[in-house]
């Protein structure tokens, strides 16, 4: 039932005719009772940022870190509308209060689509007594809000994290514009735990560093990006340790999953760099690789193209010494001391005709590491993106 898997909360979905055809459109994750509760969350670096973010973090001050519920909309991100927008996001959120019983700041909302589409206030108004109205905790329901969010995703992105005494469930959709730097994302996640909004905001900041911020699709941050944390304080108190262990694990399975899920993609890379001088150094180099379209369009083409990787790595601003550099593609070490090295043809090429395989580069420099996953740049990718804001 991944984000209905922990106690206390519920979930729909509905059509409200921002998608064509009747597609699912709107979904809504709260508590059982409607009962504001702790919640954490990481929004978008953007300056851009969507009014849904604007909203949301208002909200989140205002109520001193409580939400009911977030109500999630995709086919319009509502991001460059202006004053409109942000009359429509807050809209979304008075109308669900008073349906909900609470305060307009105890709902958060959530957009994603098209940039520079205003979001239809009259439709949401409409919809919003079915998406209220059809609240209910079976899987039934988790499945249509996870459906209900997605736009270019191929699948639905679901996840649920059994730890000692407590449970970390979520959804999430994602298939490009992803290179989060918090956190088009949307992630929402929910734990049975009780918990303080300070102590969500301190877990969800590290699994977001150790996840969606350690991915990357095609380099761009999103106006709408969002991760948000409910917890519903009908189960224990938790170890924060044990909180940011469960709820990283969670983050980390989603980002995989739209990393797997990339417009266009055909493989799963995940670089690491090892032997920086220091974990900055090794993050920038990582971030570097990941991002490249020559080495991206060099995996699609299963090619070895072990020298655009040493150029990024030449070419990241950090410390780079030539004759200490090597580049592995899985077991295969392809480049030693900045050079070509003798290999295994045919073992490299059952690893590069994988649709998960792992990029080594050892700088050789010192102790510092770090590690990201991206995917290969298609033809698909291009096409999917031409007509697009």
């Known amino acids: 039932m991944t984000v209905l898997a922990p106690r206390g909360f519920v979930a729909s979905a509905t059509a ?15 508590t059982e009772d409607a009962r504001p509760v702790p919640v954490g969350a990481a929004f978008t670096s953007n300056l851009l940022a969507a009014a849904p973010v ?9 109520s001193g870190g409580l939400s009911a519920g977030i109500v999630l909309n995709s086919g319009c991100a509502n991001a460059a509308t202006g004053s409109e927008g942000r009359r429509a996001a807050e809209l979304t959120c008075e109308l669900a209060a008073r349906a909900l019983g609470v305060r307009p700041e105890h709902v958060l909302v959530c957009s994603t689509g098209t940039i520079g589409t205003r979001l ?61 730097n918090m956190a088009t994302m949307l992630a929402v996640l929910t734990s049975d735990v009780s918990s303080s909004s300070q102590a969500l905001h301190t877990v969800v900041s590290s699994a977001v560093r150790h996840s969606f911020n350690e991915m990357t699709v095609d380099g761009c941050t999103s106006t709408n ?26 983050c980390a399975d989603l980002a995989l999953q739209m990393v797997a899920d990339a417009e266009g993609g055909t493989k799963v890379v995940r670089i690491r760099v090892v032997g920086a001088c220091d974990g900055g150094s090794a993050r920038r180099a990582v971030r570097r690789v990941a991002e490249s379209q020559l080495v991206k369009a060099s995996w699609f083409g299963e090619d070895a193209n072990w020298g655009r990787v040493l150029s990024e790595l030449g070419s990241a601003g950090t410390p780079f010494d030539p004759d200490r550099v090597s580049v592995a593609y899985g077991p295969v070490t392809v480049c030693r001391d900045g050079v070509a090295v003798d290999h295994d043809e045919e073992a490299l090429r059952k690893v590069l005709g994988s649709k998960q395989f792992e990029v080594i580069c050892d700088l050789g420099l010192g102790g510092g590491s770090a590690t990201m996953i991206s995917a290969d740049l298609t033809p698909a990718y291009v096409e999917l993106n031409m007509g697009r804001s």
């Open 120 to 180: 239809d206030g009259d439709r949401i108004e409409a919809a919003l007594p079915s998406l209220i109205g059809g609240r209910g905790s079976t899987p039934d329901h988790a499945a249509a809000a996870a459906r209900a969010i997605l736009t270019t995703d191929t699948r639905t992105k679901e996840v649920v994290v059994e730890a000692d005494g407590f449970v970390v469930g979520g959804m999430a959709k994602g298939a490009a514009m992803l290179s989060p």
């Open 16 to 30: 409200a005719g921002i998608k064509p055809d009747g597609q699912l459109d709107l979904a809504l994750v709260a």
């Open 225 to 250: 990006d969002s991760v948000i944390v409910m917890a519903s304080g009908v189960g224990p108190e938790v170890q924060e340790e044990a909180l940011a262990e469960a709820l990283t694990a969670a």
């Open 54 to 62: 604007q909203v949301c973090r208002a909200h989140l001050t205002a």
